[in-house]
């Protein structure tokens, strides 16, 4: 016993917006045997460009009923039958939340004639209700308005049934709980059984290939699917859903490896669904010089990730306090710290007393701050070694690189990483792990 249903809404989400119009067909199984449609009241201001679109205004909705008035009759036609919709999602979405508000829990099993639609007649380059509807010369007298959409997407369902010999898809995809009924309409459910059980980092691209997204996991298959399965109400995530169409994936070594991944790819790309993570970069570095003169001083600059820094910041004001504080804490002149200014050149003996202090401040940073190579070890698809080694100097993340073999030595592993930018996250994370596990560490041959 199947509900086939269309709505047209105010908008995108069901968090922030409402439902305007309704269409249930009662479909059982052979005919459709039944049937509600009413124009509902939203509650909110319909905008003119769902006018435009549906025909739907706001005097039309005036006198109609708002959901909570049907909320009873709509819970009774949906919640003992299958809920049948084109982008099923969507429309689930909507009525879930709305029913929920009024006290009812629906827990109906859902088809998505999308993705019935992929099964059964695979290789079409769209497959909208518009698109199928005309591959199929079916009529919709009333395109975007809840029973013109319900009524074509019942007989595209009728259609699916005919071709689907036995209806096998139809079966499969009800059976229990189908995790590609939740991916997002324009993707094909074959992007996600590619992807391996094993840790790594995903990118959701659009449909010219744009990356919307970049996420990490310790097994992608699961992360992925996980991702779809919650379907939320909110804005962000049904407009991420209804532009991905397509999945990449890179194999990492562990977890801490896909975090480390992640991070940089974000910064990288700076994808548009990717918000929490675009943390605060380190923009400055403290770095030291010898003047013309002799005199060895400190220097604040922007941060190249060429060069090994003393310290970074992400500001300059919190370059120079951290940079007085070395100052006191090792006995220097703050007027000569800093080479900000022309100063009078000291004598001989005070130039190497201020000389030897500065590099006393250098031997103590880049010995509180050491350089390694961090080593992970993983499996690749084909279970062959996978190895990720990751350079810190003087305390910064200065590059990675994923390597089929392991390298014998600090300095052949250097060789052969690429240098990425400075990257506060990063760095953290690789010192925490040299602390907690010592024995992957490469050491420099001093």
């Given amino acids: 016993m199947y509900a086939i249903v269309d709505i047209e809404t105010t908008g995108g989400s069901a968090a922030a917006h409402g439902i305007t119009e309704i269409a249930i067909l009662l479909h059982d199984g052979n005919t459709v045997e039944g049937k509600f449609v009413s124009l509902i009241n939203p509650g909110v201001f319909i905008p003119a460009h769902i006018t435009a679109l549906t025909g739907i205004s706001n005097s039309m909705v005036a006198s109609a009923p708002s959901f909570a008035q049907v909320a009873d009759q709509i819970y009774n036609l949906l919640h003992d039958r299958v809920f049948v919709a084109h982008n099923v999602n969507f429309d689930y979405s ?101 992807l391996p059980y094993l840790p790594g980092i995903y990118y ?85 010089i010898t003047d013309q003169r002799g005199l060895k001083r400190a220097v604040l600059n922007r941060h190249k990730h060429t060069l090994p820094a003393l310290a970074v910041f992400k500001s300059v004001g919190e370059g120079y306090r951290v940079g007085r504080q070395l100052a006191s804490r090792f006995n220097i002149n703050p007027d000569w710290f800093f080479a900000t200014a022309q100063v009078n050149l000291p004598e001989d003996t005070v130039l190497q007393h201020h000389n030897a202090a500065m590099h006393q401040l250098e031997t103590e940073i880049n010995t509180q701050f050491p350089s390694f190579v961090l080593v992970h070890q993983g499996k690749t698809e084909q279970a062959d070694d996978l190895f990720a080694l990751y350079w810190v100097e003087h305390g910064e993340a200065k590059g990675n690189i994923i390597s089929a073999t392991r390298p014998e030595n600090y300095a052949s592993a250097v060789q052969q990483i690429c240098i990425h930018k400075p990257n506060a996250f990063v760095t953290h994370l690789l010192l925490a792990e040299a602390l907690a596990q010592p024995e992957l560490l490469l050491l420099p041959e001093n």
Avoid at 236 to 256: F, G, P
Wanted: hydrophobic share 35%; glycine share 6%; charged share 25%.
């Fill in 204 to 288: 959701f691209k659009s449909e010219t290939g744009q990356v919307l997204y970049v996420g990490k996991a310790k097994n992608l298959r699961r992360r992925v699917a996980q991702h779809f399965s919650n379907n939320t109400p909110g804005q962000r995530k049904q407009d991420m859903l209804t532009s991905i169409y397509q999945i990449d994936y890179t194999v990492c070594a562990n977890e801490t490896h896909a975090s480390v991944l992640e991070e940089l790819e974000i910064k990288r790309l700076w994808p548009r669904f990717n918000r929490s993570q675009k943390r605060p970069e380190f923009h400055y570095g403290l770095y030291t």
């Fill in 94 to 194: 909507f009525l879930f939340h709305a029913l929920q508000d009024n006290g009812y829990a629906l827990t109906a099993r859902k088809l998505c004639t999308v993705r019935y639609a992929r099964k059964v007649v695979p290789g079409l380059p769209r497959y909208g209700l518009g698109s199928l509807t005309r591959y199929f010369s079916i009529q919709n007298n009333a395109r975007h308005r809840a029973a013109g959409d319900a009524e074509a997407t019942a007989a595209l369902f009728d259609i699916l049934r005919s071709i689907d010999t036995g209806h096998q898809h139809l079966r499969t995809m009800l059976h229990g709980r189908n995790s590609h009924m939740y991916l997002p309409t324009h993707l094909d459910s074959a992007q996600l059984d590619r």
